[in-house]
């Protein structure tokens, strides 16, 4: 097939799970021999010079200026290229989806969040404020466009169901448990570490994990918690991390995916510890399959998605939300059981290749791109199958 994959967020212009999703998807789907391009915008940033080598061996990555760019771009693009599959990655970019609705290639949808509620969480929106009713009504007419949608977790497969979409097809996050694995050998002479890769945006819950540290640094001796991301919301984690001790937490801001593996490898534990923010959740967390790909031990609150990721006490450790005293408990009892926290690690990293990895995951897809081309019917073109 020949496939454009239409996202707003891909690196090496946006971090977090929906530029690490395309990646990932794009690469498997060319590795197995399909033809994949990708339209996406660089942001109104400057052009990276490193910006090719995060295009995924045998894809075509065109890199826009920005959104309106995009508008621009796509139209042209359909009309010159027979593609197969226009596939949409959250709702902004599905506003796109007008400008060729009328051409050949079946259109697919991936709802990766509420948008609406997402951004309340960021903004602070109130139910009542008018941006969040736009929103939701604009989620509600442009969730007609897609002849098919792929939910990542149950909770966005009844999301798309209450804002009507019918065609639905629940399908987890996955992540490449080739590139996220373990290392050859366990690293010696550090301290005790805890990642928390998390943008610093209010559903994340990082407050809780800086937090919990007060408990963590007096039970284990040494201890230090890493912070990957950036956000609004870091002025004020960073302020929190001074009351819990100079050097005890520190902010590494954005890494590279390098760097990223480099952390999974140096780490004993990884915290996920996300909350309820405007209605909005954690789906299945791209960064805790990572983690779990990398064979470390995930500790995750039991909320969204998480639970369809984590098995607790197999695979993982799930808490409360909100608890920075669970946060502390379950990270206290992996640092000072390493033989636990090893055997949850492997069982983790397990689990990925059984359920998350990205080969099945990209078959998975590929399967919803031929429902939506029979539903296309009749005199739908086919240009390539591999």
Not at 299 to 315: F, H, S, Y
Not at 323 to 337: F, G, H, K, S, T
């Amino acid at each position: 097939m020949r496939i454009l994959m239409v996202t707003s967020m891909f690196p090496p212009y946006a971090g977090g799970g929906v530029s690490s999703h395309v990646r990932d998807l794009s690469a498997s789907l060319a590795k197995k021999g399909h033809d994949v391009w990708v339209l996406t915008s660089r942001r109104g940033q400057p052009t990276d010079v490193e910006e090719q080598r995060h295009v995924p061996p045998g894809t075509h990555v065109i890199y826009s200026r920005n959104f309106r760019s995009m508008a621009m771009t796509i139209g042209r693009l359909i009309r010159e290229t027979p593609f197969d599959i226009v596939h949409f990655h959250a709702f902004n970019s599905l506003a796109l989806a007008p400008l060729c609705r009328g051409e050949t290639p079946a259109l697919v949808f991936t709802l990766h969040s509420d948008s609406a509620n997402y951004l309340s969480s960021v903004y602070g929106w109130r139910p009542h404020h008018p941006a969040y009713h736009v929103l939701l009504r604009y989620e509600r007419i442009a969730a007609r466009l897609p002849d098919m949608t792929i939910a990542v977790s149950k909770r966005m497969e009844e999301y798309g169901r209450s804002i009507g979409i019918h065609s639905i097809k629940r399908i987890p996050n996955a992540v490449d448990a080739d590139y996220w694995a373990p290392p050859d050998h366990a690293p010696n002479g550090r301290p005790p570490t805890i990642l928390v890769p998390r943008m610093h945006v209010p559903k994340n819950g990082i407050e809780y994990a800086a937090e919990a540290m007060r408990k963590i640094v007096k039970a284990t001796q040494g201890a230090t918690m890493l912070i990957t991301g950036d956000g609004p919301l870091r002025p004020v984690l960073e302020q929190k991390a001074k009351e819990v001790g100079q050097g005890q937490i520190r902010f590494l801001g954005f890494v590279s995916r390098e760097r990223m593996r480099e952390l999974y490898q140096q780490v004993d534990v990884v915290l996920i510890p996300s909350v309820t923010t405007s209605g909005t959740q954690e789906n299945t967390s791209i960064a805790a399959l990572e983690a779990m790909a990398s064979g470390k031990p995930v500790i995750a609150t039991d909320i969204g998605g998480l639970p369809e990721v984590i098995r607790d006490g197999q695979d993982g450790i799930l808490i409360p939300e909100r608890n920075p005293d669970a946060v502390a408990e379950a990270a206290i009892r992996l640092l000072a059981r390493p033989d636990l926290a090893r055997a949850i690690g492997q069982e983790a990293r397990a689990q990925v290749l059984r359920e998350f990895n990205v080969s099945q995951w990209a078959d998975r897809v590929v399967g919803v791109y031929a429902t939506a081309m029979d539903i296309r019917g009749p005199g739908f073109h086919e240009t390539r199958t591999p």
